[in-house]
C-alpha cells in the first residue's frame, strides 16, 4: 500500500467523518509559513496548524534546544522529582503572566489545562469545608473535548451524544451591545446565590465559536464581582495566549486579574504538545497542609516532559525578542487595513479582527453554525489555491505565524478577495 491507503487503512482523524470526505494531504516536511506535501504542492498555514504554531514551522532555534535536550534528559517521573526546563519555564512564564500568577502546575495540552483548573477550583472549596460546586461560563465557549471542558462549554451537536454526562452548568449570554446590561445583572444575580466555585470564560473573544469579540469593560465588572463576592475567575488563554490578540494575554487588556489562567497552543512555538495552569497565591494556600487528602492528586504521564519545556523556553525566547513583538503589530495593523477596507462588502455579515486574528463571516441563507454547507466551498477554494483557511461553518478566520511576510498575507487576502467576487 502506498502512505495513504495505510493512512485509510489505520488512521482516524478529528472532527473528520469516516466516508464522503477528500483524502488528507501528506505533509513530508514544512517551513516557516509553508506546508510542502508528498506531491509537490507548498501550502500557506494560515490557519497555525491549530492556531498552535506562532514562529513558523521547523524553527532552527526550537529544533536545535528540543535536539539537546533530547540527547540529555528525555523524560522524569514529575513527582519527587524536578529538572531545570520545566523550573525555568516556570519562572519564564511567571515573568510575562499577570502579576497576580504565583505557580505552575503543567499537564499535557489546553482541554488538560482547563480539567486542572476546574478541579483546582472545586477542591479549593472542598479543602476549606465549603460545599462550593456549581460553575458559570458564558453560552458559546469552547474549552475543550474532555468531559469537564465540554461540561462548561456549549451545549450543541458537538456535545450532544454525551450531554447525560455532562455536569450540569450555569450559562450567560454571550455579551454583545444591545445585551451587556441584562448579561451582566443575570450575572451578579447568579453569584448573589453564594452557590458558584468558579466563573470560567475565553477573555475578550470566544475562538471555536466563531471568533467572537466582547466588551473587555464588561467582561472586568464581571470579573470584579466575582472576585468581590469570593467566586474564583478562570481565563481559558489557550487560544489567546502568546501575542494572537495584540498583547501577550488577553487578559492584558483587563484591570481585574484571573485567580486561575490556563494555557497550550502556542506555548511551546506548536513545538510539542504541553498545558500550563497557573494560579494565585490565594489558590494555593487552601492546599498547604501535610494532610494527604488536601494535596491536589492529579497527574499525567508526561507531566512537565523535559523537551517539550524546553521547546516552551526556546519558543518564549523568540517571543520576547523585539523583532517577533514587531511582526504581531505588523500583522494587527494588516488585518485591520483589510477590515476597514471590506467592512461594507455586500454578502459579508461580520468582518472582525483583533490582533493577529481576522475572521470574516458570510451570509447565509441557511445554517450558519459550523455544519453550515457553506464550509464545503470554503475549504477547497482556499486549499485550491494553496492556502490553509479551515473555516467554521459559513466562516474564515486567518492566525498566521508571527514570520509570515506582508506579501504572503497579502496572497491570502487576495484569495478571500476572490472569493468575495465568485458570490
Not at 123 to 144: C, M, P
Not at 262 to 287: E, F, H, P, Q, R
Not at 356 to 366: D, P, S, V, Y
Not at 399 to 422: G, M, R, W
Request: proline share 4%; aromatic share 12%; glycine share 6%.
Amino acid at each position: 500500500m502506498n502512505w495513504l491507503d495505510k493512512d485509510k487503512e489505520y488512521i482516524w482523524h478529528p472532527f473528520t467523518p469516516l466516508l464522503g470526505v477528500a483524502d488528507p494531504l501528506c505533509v513530508t516536511s514544512a517551513s516557516g509559513v509553508y506546508l510542502h506535501t508528498e506531491d509537490g504542492r507548498k501550502i500557506i498555514d494560515a490557519n497555525s496548524s491549530w492556531w498552535v504554531n506562532i514562529h513558523g514551522h521547523a524553527h532552527p532555534f526550537i529544533a536545535e534546544k528540543v535536539s539537546e535536550q533530547a540527547k540529555t534528559l528525555e523524560h522524569v517521573i514529575f513527582a519527587g522529582f524536578t529538572h531545570k526546563p520545566a523550573i525555568s519555564l516556570a519562572e519564564n512564564l511567571l515573568s510575562i503572566l499577570p502579576k497576580n500568577q504565583s505557580k505552575i502546575f503543567y499537564s499535557d495540552n489546553g482541554s488538560t489545562s482547563i480539567e486542572v483548573a476546574l478541579k483546582m477550583a472545586f477542591q479549593f472549596w472542598y479543602n476549606q469545608g465549603l460545599n462550593k460546586k456549581r460553575v458559570i461560563a458564558i453560552d458559546g465557549a469552547y474549552h475543550g473535548d474532555t468531559f469537564g471542558s465540554m461540561s462548561v462549554g456549549e451545549r450543541s451537536d458537538f456535545t450532544k451524544p454525551f450531554t447525560e454526562h455532562l455536569f450540569e452548568v450555569e450559562f450567560v449570554d454571550f455579551p454583545t451591545e444591545a445585551n451587556k446590561a441584562s448579561v451582566l445583572e443575570r450575572f451578579k444575580n447568579l453569584i448573589d446565590s453564594n452557590e458558584f466555585a468558579s466563573f470560567i470564560f475565553e477573555p475578550i473573544i470566544q475562538g471555536a465559536s466563531g471568533m467572537r469579540i466582547y466588551d473587555a469593560t464588561l467582561l472586568d465588572q464581571m470579573i470584579q464581582y466575582a472576585q468581590n463576592n469570593s467566586v474564583i475567575c478562570i481565563a481559558d488563554e489557550v487560544m489567546t495566549g502568546f501575542g494572537r490578540t495584540g498583547k501577550l494575554f488577553a487578559s492584558d487588556y483587563l484591570k481585574y486579574k484571573p485567580d486561575i489562567i490556563c494555557l497550550s497552543k502556542g506555548l511551546t512555538g506548536g513545538t510539542m504538545a504541553l498545558g500550563v495552569t497557573s494560579c494565585t497565591n490565594a489558590i494555593v494556600d487552601a492546599y498547604m497542609s501535610k494532610d494527604l487528602y488536601k494535596t491536589f492528586l492529579h497527574g499525567h504521564s508526561f507531566t512537565a516532559n523535559p523537551i517539550a519545556c524546553a521547546s516552551a523556553n526556546a519558543s518564549f525566547e523568540l517571543l520576547m525578542k523585539q523583532e517577533c513583538q514587531d511582526n504581531i503589530q505588523r500583522i494587527t495593523s494588516q488585518h485591520e487595513r483589510f477590515k476597514q477596507k471590506h467592512e461594507h462588502t455586500s454578502k459579508l455579515k461580520d468582518i472582525r479582527s483583533l490582533g493577529t486574528i481576522l475572521a470574516i463571516e458570510f451570509e447565509t441563507e441557511n445554517d450558519s453554525s459550523y455544519f453550515s454547507e457553506m464550509r464545503n466551498q470554503l475549504y477547497p477554494f482556499f486549499l485550491e489555491r494553496n492556502i490553509l483557511l479551515r473555516p467554521l461553518g459559513n466562516l474564515i478566520y486567518i492566525i498566521p505565524p508571527y514570520v509570515i511576510s506582508n506579501d504572503e498575507l497579502e496572497k491570502v487576502y487576495a484569495a478571500i478577495e476572490e472569493f468575495f467576487t465568485s458570490l
